[in-house]
């Protein structure tokens, strides 16, 4: 699971835009670790060739790490503009773990089997709630960066299913976009608090690319 964030590029000095010498928050994801699912399959037929499917399971997303730099604008008079540099080492990490229930209701569109083999097309949507605590606070409740528990997923992807002798082996990759903003914009801080992670990053949506087999 991957995230694409989009920035406010608020200066941290509180003025409407960056001048030279200010410096402004950049969130970058640095490191990506693989997790893995585990699930229910439930199928009904609704016609030869189409399938509604409900994959009621859990994932556990592996972990991902999120580092905040405090970039420096500065002019660049050959250019005639005004610059970013980006600072070298960051100034905040935030190493997130999450263990997703997933609920997702698909459509399977199927081809003609050949022999043994029938590739088929899937898509709907997934619902993904978070039982993790993935609030992350330092000591003074000062470093806080939050994120909400559950959003919307699109799904699209190929499979293959492969006939054998005892069962039917369906191996399946899968992109899954999400819709929401997974920063909580709202949460409540502390009377006092300056939340500075939050305010640098206005919008963080997750993508995943899953490979899946499937044992029916």
């Known amino acids: 699971m991957d995230w694409k964030a989009t920035h406010t590029n608020s200066p941290l000095d509180g003025s409407a835009t960056l001048v030279a010498g200010g410096k402004v928050l950049r969130a970058d994801i640095t490191k990506l670790e693989p997790g893995f699912s585990v699930g229910i399959v439930t199928n009904y037929r609704l016609t030869k060739d189409l399938d509604l499917r409900f994959l009621p399971g859990m994932s556990l997303s592996g972990n991902r ?5 405090e970039n420096t604008g ?3 008079d050959e250019m005639q503009m005004l610059r970013v540099i980006a600072s070298d080492e960051p100034i905040k990490t935030f190493n997130v773990k999450t263990t997703y229930i997933d609920l997702p209701l698909l459509i399977k569109y199927k081809s003609m089997r050949v022999n043994n083999q029938r590739p088929y097309l899937i898509t709907g949507v997934n619902y993904r709630f978070d039982v993790s605590d ?8 000062q470093d806080i960066f939050p994120f909400k528990r559950a959003g919307f997923f699109v799904e699209v992807g190929v499979g293959l ?3 054998l002798q005892y069962f039917r082996l369906s191996t399946e990759l899968k992109v899954s976009l999400g819709l929401s903003n997974v920063v909580d914009k709202e949460y409540k801080f502390e009377e006092g608090l300056n939340p500075l992670y939050l305010n640098a990053v206005d919008k963080l949506t997750s993508n995943l690319f899953q490979l899946t ?4």
């Open 65 to 69: 790490t999120l580092d905040f730099y």
């Open 213 to 216: 087999f499937f044992f029916e």
């Open 74 to 76: 500065i002019w660049d």
């Open 161 to 163: 299913d492969s006939y």
């Open 134 to 141: 993935i609030v992350e606070a330092s000591a003074d409740d």
